[in-house]
């Protein structure tokens, strides 16, 4: 297998509410997304948004519990300050702040927004892995 990520799909109860707040949150949606499904360029790999219940059927997986799955997605910010604002952004578009901006154990600065679904989003400043120009993580 080669290293690497494709796809990120979220399953959620509404795909046109979800999509409407990924876009609110400057999102792109491809002209590939249909009414049951979208996708977003999100730098090199792909953000999709996929019924949850068709998501859970098509892995052979069950759809109910609606708890802490497992995952977070993280959005990497340039600058300390960047973080609380990312958050007020997602909250603005409709996120619910999970845990506001603050230093965190590991040396950064980080907080935490649910989407509409519930999918927590880490916002991180990382003096640690520098952003590159085009917003990927450069790993020491």
């Known amino acids: 297998m080669e290293p690497r990520l494709s796809l990120v799909t979220l399953g959620v109860a509404d795909v046109a509410r979800s999509r409407a707040f990924y876009e609110r949150l400057g999102f792109v ?6 009414d049951s499904v ?3 360029p999100a730098g090199g ?3 999709a948004l996929y019924g949850r ?5 098509d892995a052979h997986l069950p759809a109910a519990g609606s708890g802490f799955g497992g995952i977070t997605l993280a959005h990497n910010v340039r600058r300390r300050e960047d ?15 999970l845990k506001p901006a603050q230093d965190v154990f590991w040396g950064g600065h980080s ?8 999918h927590p989003w880490e916002v991180a400043w990382n003096p640690f892995f520098p952003l590159a120009a085009d917003g990927r993580i450069e790993l020491p």
Do not use: M, N
């Open 83 to 97: 973080v609380a604002a990312v958050l007020a952004e997602a909250e603005a578009a409709g996120g619910r702040i």
């Open 29 to 34: 949606a491809s002209p590939a997304s249909q």
């Open 53 to 57: 219940d068709a998501l859970a059927e």
């Open 45 to 47: 790999v792909v953000l």
């Open 38 to 40: 979208a996708f977003f």
């Open 111 to 118: 907080g935490y927004f649910a989407d509409p679904d519930g």
